[in-house]
């Protein structure tokens, strides 16, 4: 009897211990990496979903009869007029080195400089009321109405503040038959940095 008390009573060895320490430690740095990764992932998302609406409202905006407010002599006919809406005239928004590690509260006027012309995201009818992480703007080539011509739409980001950009790209381009077509996937470069 008095051997198994004696064996009850001892406690862990050193060895077990720095055992259990070790685990600990390789499960926190887990943890950490997941956090990281998860964080990260949270923060890129809102550059896929703004450069995915962008595309969106430049393919609605490109369907959208935009013919003159003349009228048609009796017999005669108007055609078709289909353009993709102009380059943003202030880009981008934010300026890149307001949102280099921090957010960025753009105001609402930001997003409307293209209002009197019909141009730009007031065009694409896309503004963010929220805080951002990425600075967005939006271009097309030539004069957006004919075959060939181009949409890009790019959200760039510096989260961790080190000067080097993510950047998100969205193309769209007339082929023909004057359809537009968006390019399938979002370019990705560096999208955690």
Known sequence: MGKWLKKTKRGFTLIELMIVVAIVGILAVLAIYGVRKYLANAKTAEARNSIGQVAKNA??????E????????PGQSA??????CATELGNPIPAPAKIKGAKYQSLAADWYQGAATNSGFACL??????????SYS?????????IGDTFLATANGDLNG???LSTFTMTGAITAGLVLNLAPNIAEVSPEE
């Open 125 to 134: 009818k896309f503004s963010m009321d929220a805080p951002q992480y990425y």
């Open 59 to 64: 393919a609605a905006e490109y369907e959208r």
């Open 79 to 84: 055609a078709v007029s289909r353009a993709l």
């Open 66 to 73: 935009s013919m003159p407010g003349t009228v048609v002599t």
């Open 162 to 164: 080190d000067g080097v």
């Open 138 to 146: 939006y271009a097309i080539s030539n004069t957006g109405a004919a």
